[in-house]
Nanobody
Framework: QVQLVESGGGLVQPGESLRLSCVVSGTLFSLYDMAWYRHAPGNRRDLVADISTTGTTNYADSVKGRFTISRDNGQSTMYLQMNNLKPEDSAIYYC??????????WGQGTQVTVSS
């Protein structure tokens, strides 16, 4: 059974940083394209960043230059380093894994709140 567990969320002030982690178990992590999504109240769930099995990355325009996605296949873990956080980054952040058969798996989410 594929399981994704996020951690690292919290309450920070504008301009501060957080690092989110997503640990994947129950499968061979290296075979999955991975992504971070976020969902703020009243909005749809939006893609923040993704990273392919080969390490190719892609970012939403709103986070380019501030967020960095990475993966450690040996630790079956994906990361999202978030710098210079803004109030509009506040949301629940979800980890996503997509198999080669295009099946999606989701974590339970971790809350990020940016407020002074």
């Amino acid at each position: 059974q594929v399981q994704l567990v996020e951690s690292g969320g919290g309450l920070v002030q504008p301009g501060e940083s957080l690092r989110l982690s997503c640990v994947v178990s129950g499968t061979l992590f290296s075979l999955y394209d991975m992504a971070w999504y976020r969902h703020a109240p009243g909005n749809r769930r939006d893609l923040v960043a993704d990273i392919s099995t080969t390490g190719t990355t892609n970012y939403a325009d709103s986070v380019k230059g501030r967020f960095t996605i990475s993966r450690d296949n040996g630790q079956s873990t994906m990361y999202l380093q978030m710098n210079n956080l803004k109030p509009e980054d506040s949301a629940i952040y979800y980890c996503n894994a997509k198999s080669s058969a295009k099946v999606d798996y989701w974590g339970q989410g971790t809350q990020v709140t940016v407020s002074s």
